[in-house]
């Protein structure tokens, strides 16, 4: 076996190896002398090797301790880093909310922009021809001028092949005239050119690079004015629906002016109407709103509006009555409710005492019968003895009258030991009988109780039978209030409006025309046209609350991550319990045997610095507490080898069971 191999075994194996290779080696007393010093050398090797052994299972239990320190520290760093990536996201949202606040105003603003330039644009849309023809004029120039600049880069570009080329050749002229020693010395075949020819270049090169500037400049303003041009195209051709616009526009005004008038004439009949109303029911203490007729310009007859008057208030007082008659009876239904409610929290009370008796008469009468089988051994244990002594007298009985006097003494006192025991038998039975009685009583309580406690399920069942028929019975006039209620609003509202007959009437619209929401619909179409072209121009802001949500969910599925990698890498599922005073942790193995098996961590009290966490009283606690995985907490106060040996010996039951 390899030092490897004996380092996997734990401490007792190792013990119990080190006794057997003792008790194998002892020395035998016919064994030569040789023999022994050579076993007790090989004992010393061997303990030699176990104390190598036991330093290196030190070692590397102090090298897991730190490195089961750095994984805690790491895992604090973590923390932090998670808490300081919250803070930030929480930073960042912020400010991202407020940056659509800002970027919302600043659409509304340029909104309100845009309008004022449409109307200007509309004002100026006469003089749209004349500004057309000077932008294409200088759109035209500006094209020119890109043309001339093009020619002009391409004869220096070719200027530049050029003197290029006579670089070229004034090099390889210089390098066939340079003497062979020289290229000996140098053989490198770069040279250095005539000066003359490199300013010349240099000054080419900037040439070109301003040239290049210049026709980058001059095609942003050629963009530019295309923009402008495209701008005013579309302005003047809004201008020019305007103005096909406008005359229908005019002539629709002069109807609505019409229209108007005619109202103001019908509005004044009607307030003289409204007055003689009034001055007619004042009497009878009814007030309503005027009534219309065929005849808009006319009002109707004062005998139908009071008929009219009267038909509905006497629907109104039939509608409060049967509301009235329908309350009464819903605070009947609930009265019933609440008195079934009672006598059902009654009658569970009951049920739950009855329930409490019967298991304690149970438990009397479990009790009873187990002293009724002792009594009874004892009784059989008894009889048995009595029995015995019984023989025993008739043996002595059946011996001849000359024996020694002692004898008679003797039997005196088996006779008087016999009739103390015949006394205690007596009194034994008298017990059991008394236990058969209470016995027999209890089974009769018992059976009564379970009478009564079927009495009261059925009673129990009536009673929700009932709650049921009553809570639908309630439901159902509730509906029948509502639809009552329903009603009395719909007579008071005809109460109020003037109820009247389609043959016979005509309903006059004064606010709104269908023209007019025509008119509305197509100023709704030109500020979305407006917005539109204000959205081209400036980006759309994005929505603070969709932006606010994918924040939660990437966030959400992080967090998801970071839990999951926690489990796979260290086997524990951690959850946090909600709802503490003190954060508390549930702990869970993959390897533990049941679901019900975890351990419960409390983070402690005091704010000084917190090195370990409080373990709750659990199941898997109590057993644990008794295991030698506990020793990390009780000697070493450490928490993380503590659970990493529990997961160790989990594992290895599993791994045994399978």
Not at 196 to 217: G, K
Not at 440 to 452: R, Y
Request: glycine share 2%; with cysteine; aromatic share 4%.
């Amino acid at each position: 076996m390899s030092s490897d191999d004996h380092s996997h075994l734990p401490s007792s194996t190792k013990r119990q190896r080190t006794t057997s290779l003792l008790t194998m080696h002892r020395p035998i007393t016919n064994v030569p002398a040789l023999l022994l010093e050579q076993q007790l050398e090989s004992l010393q090797a061997e303990l030699d090797h176990e104390r190598s052994l036991r330093n290196l299972d030190q070692r590397r239990a102090q090298q897991q301790k730190e490195l089961l320190e750095q994984q805690v520290e790491f895992a604090v760093k973590e923390a932090t880093n998670a808490k300081q990536l919250i803070n930030d996201f929480r930073t960042e949202s912020q400010n991202a909310l407020q940056k659509m606040k800002d970027a919302r105003d600043m659409a509304y603003e340029e909104v309100r922009k845009l309008q004022v330039e449409l109307i200007d644009a509309r004002e100026e849309s006469e003089n749209g021809d004349d500004a057309d023809h000077t932008w294409k004029s200088e759109y035209n120039s500006v094209k020119q001028k890109l043309q001339f600049q093009e020619e002009y880069e391409q004869k220096l570009l070719e200027q530049i092949k050029d003197l290029e080329n006579e670089v070229r050749k004034l090099s390889e002229e210089l390098l066939r005239t340079k003497p062979p020693d020289l290229q000996q010395m140098n053989p490198s075949p770069s040279q250095d050119a005539p000066s003359d020819l490199l300013r010349e270049l240099q000054r080419v090169r900037i040439e070109l690079a301003e040239t290049e500037r210049s026709h980058r400049q001059l095609q942003r303003s050629l963009q530019a004015a295309e923009q402008r041009n495209k701008t005013l195209v579309d302005e003047r051709e809004v201008a020019q629906r305007g103005a096909e616009r406008l005359p229908k526009v005019l002539a629709e005004l002069d109807n609505l002016r019409k229209d108007h008038e005619d109202s103001l004439a019908t509005q004044i009949a009607w307030k003289t109407f409204g007055e003689e109303l009034f001055e007619k029911l004042k009497g009878t203490g009814i007030f309503s709103m005027p009534i219309k007729t065929n005849n808009h310009l006319l009002p109707p007859e004062v005998s139908t509006v009071l008929r009219i008057l009267e038909s509905v208030q006497q629907k109104i007082e039939k509608t409060t009555q049967e509301n009235n008659k329908l309350c009464e009876k819903v605070r009947t239904l609930e009265s019933a409710m609440k008195s079934t409610e009672t006598q059902s929290s009654q009658n569970l009370s009951k049920q739950l005492e009855w329930s409490k008796e019967r298991s304690k008469l149970e438990q009397k009468l479990v009790t009873s019968e187990q002293e009724t089988a002792l009594l009874k051994k004892k009784n059989s244990v008894y009889q048995g003895e009595i029995e015995s002594l019984r023989d025993l007298i008739r043996t002595f009985d059946d011996l001849p009258l000359a024996t020694h006097g002692s004898a008679a003494s003797d039997n005196a006192k088996d006779a008087s030991a016999l009739k103390i025991l015949q006394l205690s038998l007596d009194t034994k039975t008298q017990e059991i009988a008394v236990l058969e009685k209470e016995r027999q009583e209890l089974k009769v309580q018992l059976e009564s109780t379970k009478l009564v406690n079927i009495d009261s399920k059925e009673e129990l069942d009536r009673v929700k039978a009932k709650f049921v028929k009553l809570r639908d019975t309630l439901q159902e006039e509730r509906a029948k209030v509502e639809q009552a209620e329903a009603r009395a609003i719909e007579a008071e509202a005809l109460a109020g409006r003037g109820s009247f007959d389609p043959n016979r009437t005509r309903v006059l619209h004064f606010k709104e025309t269908p023209f007019v929401q025509s008119l509305k619909e197509e100023v709704q179409v030109l500020r979305r046209q407006l917005e539109l072209k204000s959205a081209s121009s400036s980006k759309v802001a994005p929505d603070p609350d969709k932006l606010n949500q994918r924040l939660k969910q990437n966030f959400k599925e992080q967090i998801a991550l970071f839990r999951e990698g926690v489990y796979l890498m260290t086997g524990f599922k951690v959850d946090m319990l909600p709802g503490t005073d003190r954060p508390t942790f549930r702990v869970r193995s993959m390897f533990a045997e049941r679901e019900e098996d975890h351990l419960m961590l409390k983070w402690p009290k005091g704010g000084e610095t917190i090195k370990s966490l409080d373990i709750l009283g659990t199941e898997l606690a109590k057993l644990l507490a008794a295991s030698p995985s506990y020793e990390y907490m009780t000697k070493f106060h450490s928490l993380p080898a503590f659970l990493a040996s529990v997961q160790l010996s989990l594992f290895e039951k599993q791994t045994m069971m399978m």
